[in-house]
């Protein structure tokens, strides 16, 4: 089984080589390529997203990746930066289905801006479309305005766009998940203004047909917004596109109080996927030592799970991150009075002690 | 001066009486004409925005709004919906700015979902451009798709547009509103993905360099729909798009806790506005007597000072509100042990009395 390590920038070589460690003592035939990802891969290839990266992307069974970015490059040209890594690599390998767990973690609960009782034992599964929508549909640039508000302006203009298979599969694969959860998907769509969210809304609608075992409500992205600051323990699965799930993915994960513990997966259709903490780069962090490898590690046992097949490995990890937990091991990041602060490498260690 | 009260659905007709009744005491000469909107309108007139509210609404100097909506308009056509009333409205009468606070009352501070030490004393102030974005952009629609991942399939689309003037004026509003609070600007985009807010971010900048006593920052949608819930009184004024805006104010309201005390005003180029609570129709509690007319008293409060120029009006009307909450006067969505609950109409009442 091959995989591609991508560490990318800021703290994504220290989590990486953590959840490296961890994947190293199970004693799997796994073949790890590294290469460089985003900023890295512009100062050391010229581009974020070089060919041998994508090649190897390609070739791999799945890929593990760290983060990208960095105020530094904030000055280069669209193409260049490095966020494109991660949008093309998207594009390349058809991952048009992103899971992000939001889960609050029994030791963590008090971490949360929510109070307590209102994260306690928090499970949501957003599912959020990831090649599609505003993020790619074309035409999009500059050009002088022909009409609205002011004609013969400059202007800038993106496209938004849904085709019906691209939301029959997604509406799928999310029904399809509901059915090994609590059997309840929540459409989140802006049906009330746009032409793009009432034909999501419509074919959701006729996906569901075929799941008459799993609930589902369909809900506008504003409220959505709001219920899942009100009573996120109502959700279950979430479903929506790539800019609302952008959005309300973020939302959800910071609700949780542990982004750091909180990783994901991006899937193809034949379940080859990406797999990356819900956090970002952290630059301000970078180098110190004090990120929390944690969303990395978890990444790495969904990995094991959905593209590897190796459900057990999987499990062995998760079982081993509650008992650092357990234990009161704590990065920085989640630390408490009462708990014991440690280093990304030694949370690392403590894990695949666990393991 | 003239108002148009548009009542519409729902709880509207109930939290517009106890407004009415509020500017009626104030011994100001305002002439008030109600006319129906949204599905009331529809049931009257076969349209929600039928061509004599709308004129009423253009005569006005000011529009205070109620609220639409109802499950039952549901199946009807797109043109003939609830919404279509308030989006026609907002072109109509280009009412591009929306301001929209979101307000930690002290009193209500434990009604929030956020630990009360995060929200004590939250005062942000959202501005939404309200008349551009994907909400209005043409071309939209059904197609077939000539390219993407499925040509040949059916598909949807929208377009999102800012033209410059668009994006400088909205900006020059929220420079000049932070130069009456803390002298901050929070300008939310998503650069890294849209043509069109990177466009916008470029347009903001520059029409910062007018605003030098004002500090400026830039921060992506994701990112600030994470902040939100993290850290909500790092910002003071936020502004944004029309569909980032929509999401994210009512994000912020929810935050407050009390969303049924959050005024907004949208308004147009010569500072006439459309005034209505933050909150909907809800029409699970309409007739029920239940429903807090606060939002829209505020919102009342705000016409009298951004519209109508009477300013004491506005501040008298303001601190009658502070004063029944201090009297501990709650209607059921605010109430909390040790407060008296009271109907819609006991709290229209009370602050009549306290004006
Ligand atoms: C970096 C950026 C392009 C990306 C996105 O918007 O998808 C990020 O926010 C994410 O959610 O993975
Ligand atoms: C009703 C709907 C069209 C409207 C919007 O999206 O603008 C509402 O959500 C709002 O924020 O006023």
Redesign the pocket.
């Known amino acids: 089984m091959k995989i591609a390590v991508l560490p990318g920038d800021g703290i994504g070589t220290e989590i990486i080589a953590e959840a490296v460690k961890v994947l190293k003592v199970l004693d799997l035939p796994l073949e790890m390529e590294t290469a460089p990802v985003g900023g890295a891969a512009y100062e050391a290839a010229g581009h974020p997203l070089p060919e041998a990266t994508l090649k190897l992307a390609q070739q791999a069974d799945a890929v593990l990746f760290g983060a990208?970015?960095d105020w530094k490059y904030d000055k280069l040209e669209r193409a260049l930066r490095p966020?494109q890594a991660?949008?093309g690599l998207r594009k390349a390998l058809g991952l048009f289905a992103n899971f992000r767990p939001a889960i609050c973690y029994e030791q963590l609960t008090h971490a949360s801006s929510l109070k307590p009782e209102l994260v306690a034992g928090l499970d949501i599964l957003i599912i959020r479309e990831l090649t599609g929508d505003i993020?790619f549909g074309q035409p999009r640039g500059r050009r002088t305005a022909v009409d609205g508000h002011f004609p013969g302006s400059e202007e800038a203009f993106d496209t938004m766009r849904y085709s019906r298979p691209e939301i029959e599969r997604i509406a799928h694969v999310a029904f399809q998940a509901a059915r090994l959860r609590n059997r309840k998907v929540t459409s989140v769509d802006k049906a009330n203004v746009l032409e793009t969210f009432q034909f999501w809304k419509d074919v959701v609608t006729e996906v569901h047909a075929q799941y008459p075992d799993v609930e589902l409500e369909h809900m506008y992205v504003d409220n959505a917004a709001m219920q899942l600051v009100k009573a996120p323990k109502k959700f279950d699965v979430v479903v929506t596109g790539?800019m609302f799930g952008?959005i309300l993915?973020?939302e959800a994960a910071m609700l949780t109080g542990s982004i750091g513990m909180l990783p994901s997966a991006s899937l193809d259709k034949n379940n080859k996927g990406l797999y990356e903490p819900s956090h970002g780069s952290a630059p301000d962090i970078a180098g110190k030592g004090i990120a929390n490898p944690l969303a990395t590690i978890l990444s790495a046992a969904m990995m094991l799970k959905f593209s590897l097949h190796q459900p057990e490995a999987a499990a062995r990890i998760e079982q081993a991150v509650q008992a650092v937990l357990a234990q009161g091991l704590r990065t920085a990041d989640i630390w408490s009075e009462g708990t014991q602060k440690v280093s990304t490498r030694e949370m690392g260690d403590a894990v695949v002690a666990a393991v």
């Open positions: 990208v970015g966020e991660i949008l993020y790539n952008d993915s973020d």
